[in-house]
């Protein structure tokens, strides 16, 4: 393809995609296909001679958009939303255009670096390779953590000794927050105890967080080769200090290792928030890295009005959530702060020590590779850019909002019907309800919601009841999709409830 085909194509490209958000609604919501669907339709192998863009073209409607799920559907209001805007996917076009050379650039320079990085020159040479690419990053999480009144400390500024990252996952930002707390603490113990070795101190290092956490803390922590314990939640699923404390109390007791807590503000299943001003204090005093998993609800902290919900983050090393979830950034850019970027580069850099003499790492001058896991990096900070400036804190703010009225919308109209309950406090853009009976009743529900595929739910588990979680998701979503999501519930209720009768099913 030539850039003249490209510019056509592009164009093309364009259409297709503007067409396919304007009209989704139409597309049903979840897909009618099997297993295995797609194996059937396309070739075993690779073609030998090139194919036209227009026979590759032809076969997104016919191979791939049947087995879709359309997370922009105003209809689905599953898990938690998946961002997307137009400035966003403009920017990410940008990003693709100068990607190339950034990656190549830095990848190669990278394995030279690491062949020869005892030459410095060379070092510094690569370092410049992508100016703009990290500084828009570094001053767009400052923008960001403006946004969301972060503590002054988390900001790069020119000389802040914080600072923050674009990370491709809230997972992943969980990962290397552990993985420096872990190298923290090893070197702290180390030089306090200098008879135990590194693998002593590994086998009794713990990790926590509350047992309402996401599944990607417990990864984290097997990954980085620790124990993890969950903190039981209280009857609000929030964790409170006494519960951490009498878990630290017991396990210190046992000769263990207390040396990470992940706290988290918006649980998965139900939206919960751990009380960080009780347990900061408590992280604090027992040198533990206090980080802050806030995936989902971490953009709602750009009202002043939900801004409390963050109250206590000034205790704790290192804060993230996912613009890529409810700040309409397109997927995947998840925001990650530390309070002392030191923490990351001393766990991370190949050579520390080597380095140190050359230069301090402060506002000014960063050099992501030494922030994250991966070498190579995408210019992901242009999607905040574009989406920043063209939305303003006025229009996220809006899309925040509307979400969260949007959810006591459908709160208020299942509260109206005696037959259901909600089962956990609606404070952002999700509600969890479900019919008041069984377990087994309630799975029956989301099978036959789920199977008329008009809109999309997922369950999760509150304690030993199945729940049914709405989350409000699209950008596009108005109160007469919620409308049309209640009545076809509540109908499909009323069915159900008539043949369980029938049947003599216990409710
Ligand atoms: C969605 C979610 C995650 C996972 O986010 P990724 O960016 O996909 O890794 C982690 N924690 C919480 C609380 C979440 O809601």
Not at 300 to 305: H, Q, S
């Amino acid at each position: 393809m030539d850039p003249e085909e490209f510019r056509k194509r592009g164009k093309e490209m364009v259409d297709y995609v503007a067409d396919y958000l304007e009209k989704i609604e139409k597309r049903q919501v979840f897909p009618d296909v099997e297993p295995g669907y797609l194996r059937t339709l396309i070739p075993d192998c690779a073609p030998q001679d090139p194919e036209s863009f227009e026979d590759v073209f032809k076969d997104i409607e016919k191979i791939i958009m049947p087995g879709v799920t359309h997370w922009h559907s105003p209809y689905f209001f599953a898990y938690f939303p998946s961002a997307s805007s137009f400035p966003a996917l403009l920017a990410d076009m940008l990003c693709g255009g100068i990607g190339c050379v950034g990656f190549s650039w830095v990848c190669s320079l990278g394995y030279i670096y690491i062949a020869m990085r005892l030459f410095s020159l060379f070092f510094f040479s690569s370092q410049a390779a992508s100016p703009a690419c990290t500084e828009l990053e570094t001053v767009m999480l400052d923008w960001l953590g403006k946004m969301l009144s972060l503590p002054e400390e988390f900001l790069a500024g020119k000389d802040g000794q914080g600072g923050g990252v674009i990370q491709g996952s809230a997972s992943e930002a969980t990962l290397v927050a552990l993985l420096a707390a872990r190298t923290k603490t090893i070197r702290r113990v180390q030089s306090e105890k200098p008879e135990l070795t590194e693998a002593d101190i590994m086998g009794r290092l713990v990790a926590y967080a509350s047992d309402q956490a996401h599944s990607s803390v417990e990864r984290a922590a097997l990954i980085g080769g620790v124990k993890m314990k969950n903190v039981p939640s209280d009857d609000t699923f929030a964790v409170c200090g006494s519960a951490l404390k009498k878990v630290l109390d017991e396990d210190k007791a046992s000769g263990l290792i207390p040396f990470f807590f992940c706290a988290t503000l918006g649980t998965t299943p139900c939206c919960s928030f751990d009380k960080l001003l009780e347990l900061g204090p408590i992280c604090n005093n027992e040198n533990i890295w206090m980080h802050i998993d806030a995936a989902y609800a971490g953009s709602a902290f750009i009202c002043p009005e939900f801004r409390h919900l963050l109250n206590g983050v000034e205790f704790t090393d290192s804060f993230n959530f996912n613009p890529h979830k409810w700040l309409l950034v397109n997927f995947d850019c998840s925001a990650m702060w530390v309070k002392k970027r030191s923490d990351l580069i001393g766990a991370f850099k190949l050579e520390p020590l080597y380095l140190q003499h050359h230069h301090q790492e402060s506002g000014l001058v960063t050099d992501y590779r030494h922030w994250q896991i991966p070498l190579g990096r995408r210019f992901r900070s242009l999607k905040l850019w574009f989406v920043l400036r063209m939305y303003g804190v006025t229009g996220l703010q809006e899309h925040i909002r509307k979400h969260v009225r949007l959810s006591h919308q459908f709160e208020h109209l299942v509260l109206q019907d005696e037959r259901f309950e909600i089962c956990a406090e609606v404070v952002l853009g999700l509600v969890c309800f479900r019919l008041k009976g069984s377990n087994e009743l309630n799975k029956a529900l989301l099978k036959s919601i789920n199977e008329a595929k008009k809109i999309h739910l997922v369950p999760c588990h509150l304690r030993e009841k199945f729940v049914l979680r709405f989350a409000i998701c699209s950008r596009t979503v108005e109160s007469t999709h919620v409308k049309f999501a209640w009545q076809h519930i509540s109908q499909l209720a009323t069915e159900l409830l008539k043949t369980w009768e029938q049947n003599g099913h216990q409710q």
